[in-house]
């Protein structure tokens, strides 16, 4: 059986995440959308949030599992016995980083593979940070995250103000 994982943050869960776990679930038998938790940044929403949007957005889909992690990727791979770490590439600026992680993690472990997904172009530009941005000024979050997520969106940066 095949099992890919999908790594982030998802802070918040965006329509390009989405995307991409749509076509992942397509090419292996198991997806596990894998959520940092320890990430050095500091999340916005914070682990129950992002997992529970995750949850609401994607409802109960057969193949694909949502899952929280900390630590190292390659840990949590074989923890959960994957073989393939899924990624997203928006433009050439993601290139860099992601081929930095991607041989680290295959310098870690020699059996992991990450498999890269170009962004459809309608998502090429979109990112957690420019939804971030745009809720703090009251900007159309709706275009670009999943339906079930915007309320809570818009409800988090409402309070975050309100508790300025
Ligand atoms: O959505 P993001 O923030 O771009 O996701 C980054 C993520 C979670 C994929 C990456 O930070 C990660 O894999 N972190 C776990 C720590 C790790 O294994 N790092 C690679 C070796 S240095």
């Excluded at 999340?43 to 992002?50: A, C, K, N, Q, T």
């Excluded at 703090?136 to 969106?153: M, Q, T």
């Amino acid at each position: 059986m095949s099992i890919f994982v999908y790594p982030g943050s998802f802070d918040p869960v965006t329509n390009g995440h989405l995307d991409i776990i749509d076509r992942a679930s397509k090419l292996c038998d198991h997806l596990i959308v894998a959520v940092l938790t320890n990430s050095g940044k500091c999340p916005v929403f914070d682990r129950e949030e992002r997992l529970s949007l995750l949850q609401q957005v994607m409802g109960e889909r057969e193949n694909i599992e949502i899952r929280s992690f900390d630590g190292l990727l390659v840990h949590f791979m074989e923890e959960v016995g994957a073989t393939t770490i899924v990624k997203g590439l928006r433009a050439m600026s993601d290139f860099e980083y992601e081929m930095q992680m991607a041989l680290i993690n295959k310098h870690l472990n020699p059996a992991v593979e990450t498999l890269f997904m170009m962004a459809d172009t309608q998502y090429s530009f979109l990112s957690s940070s420019a939804v971030r941005e745009l809720a703090r000024h009251g900007g159309p979050v709706e275009d670009f995250v999943p339906e079930g997520a915007v309320e809570a969106i818009r409800r988090k940066f409402k309070h975050k103000d309100a508790g300025q």
